[in-house]
C-alpha cells in the first residue's frame, strides 16, 4: 500500500478542484499515480478538464508591456514573499522594468533575462539589490515574449485589474495594413482580456495532439453513468462530450466573453470586416500568478 501524504493530497486538490477526502480516496485507489487519480476524480465529476492546473500560491506580480507599435508584447511574473511587498512601489517599478527590458530583447528564458544588462548592470544583480533593499526573497519566475510574426497586424495585452494577478498576450495577424491601428489595438486588448476570463488551452481544433483527444475519450468512456449503455449509445454520447470538452477549450470556439451569444471566430470576422482586414489570431499566452505548472514550463521554455 502507498503512504499518501498530506502534501499530495493538497496538491491534487489545488489542481482538480475536489474536495479533501475526495483526493485522497483518488490517490488511494490510483496507488499514489497522481495523474490516475487526476482522472479518476473527473471520471466522477469532481474535478472539469477546463480548470487551470494549479491554483496561486506564491506572491507577487504578473506585469506585462508592448512596445509602442504593439508589435511585440512581454508577460513577467515576479515573485516575493508577501502581499505587501508586491504592492511595493520599487517591486512594482521592478517588473516593470523586467517586462520592458524582456521587450526590447525579445527574451522568453529567465536565464536569458536574468544575464540582460540594464544600464550597466545585470537583471540578476539588480534582482540582489532589491532583495537587499527590500528584505525579502525576489525571484523572477518565468518571462514570455511574443514578437508579432506578421509583415501587419497588433499583439494585444491585458492585465486584470485586481492585483495584478492574471495576464494575457494574444498575437493578431491582418492581411494587409489596417487604417485604424488603434481600433486593431483595442481588439487585440479585448481579446487578450476574454485569455484571462477564459484560460483557453489551445487556439483551434488543429493544434490539439491526439493523445490529449485519446485521453479525454478514455477519460468519458470510463464515466459511471455510460457502464449500462448499448455500445453504439456509449460511443455517440462519449464523441459528444469529447467534442463539447475540446471546444470550451479551444480559443476560437469560445463564446467572446464581452458578447456570450457569438464566438471569437465570429467576433474576428465581424471586427474584420469592420476595419476593412481580415483578423487572424496566431499565437496567446496567459499568466496566472502562482501557477504550480509554471516553473517546469519556464524551464523547458529556457532549454529550447
Not at 516593470?96 to 550597466?120: F, I, M, P, R, Y
Not at 540582489?128 to 508579432?148: D, M, P
Not at 455517440?236 to 471566430?265: H, W, Y
Request: glycine share 8%; proline share 2%.
Amino acid at each position: 500500500m502507498v503512504e499518501i501524504s498530506a502534501s499530495m493530497v493538497k496538491e491534487l486538490r489545488e489542481k482538480s478542484g475536489a474536495a479533501m477526502m475526495d483526493c485522497k480516496n483518488a490517490l488511494k485507489d490510483a496507488e499514489g499515480n497522481f495523474e490516475k487519480a487526476f482522472e479518476l476524480l473527473r471520471q466522477k465529476g469532481a474535478a472539469s478538464a477546463s480548470k487551470k492546473a494549479g491554483r496561486t500560491t506564491s506572491e507577487g506580480l504578473v506585469v506585462g508591456y508592448t512596445t509602442p507599435d504593439s508589435k511585440v508584447g512581454t508577460l513577467v511574473e515576479l515573485n516575493c514573499e508577501t502581499d505587501f511587498v508586491a504592492r511595493n512601489e520599487q517591486f512594482v517599478a521592478l517588473g516593470k522594468t523586467l517586462a520592458e527590458t524582456a521587450a526590447q530583447k525579445d527574451v522568453s528564458c529567465t536565464d536569458k533575462l536574468n544575464a540582460e544588462l540594464v544600464e550597466g548592470k545585470k537583471v540578476q544583480d539588480l534582482l540582489t539589490e532589491a532583495v537587499g533593499k527590500i528584505g525579502e526573497n525576489i525571484s523572477l519566475k518565468r518571462v514570455k515574449t511574443i514578437k508579432l510574426s506578421s509583415a501587419y497586424g497588433t499583439v494585444g495585452l491585458y492585465l486584470h485589474a485586481l492585483g495584478g494577478k492574471m495576464g494575457a498576450l494574444v498575437e493578431l495577424a491582418t492581411d494587409k495594413q489596417v487604417a485604424d491601428q488603434d481600433a486593431l489595438n483595442a481588439v487585440g486588448r479585448e481579446l487578450a482580456m476574454h485569455v484571462v476570463s477564459t484560460k483557453p488551452s489551445f487556439l483551434s481544433r488543429e493544434e490539439i495532439p491526439a493523445d490529449v483527444i485519446e485521453n479525454e475519450r478514455r477519460i468519458e468512456s470510463g464515466k459511471a453513468d455510460l457502464a449500462e449503455k448499448k455500445p453504439e449509445m456509449r460511443e455517440k454520447i462519449v464523441s459528444g462530450r469529447v467534442d463539447k470538452i475540446l471546444g470550451e477549450r479551444c480559443f476560437l470556439e469560445q463564446p467572446f466573453i464581452k458578447d456570450p451569444q457569438t464566438t471569437v471566430a465570429k467576433y474576428l470576422a465581424a471586427k474584420g470586416k469592420e476595419l476593412g482586414v481580415e483578423i487572424k489570431p496566431l499565437s496567446f499566452a496567459v499568466y496566472i500568478l502562482g501557477e504550480t505548472e509554471a516553473e517546469k514550463e519556464a524551464t523547458e521554455a529556457c532549454a529550447q
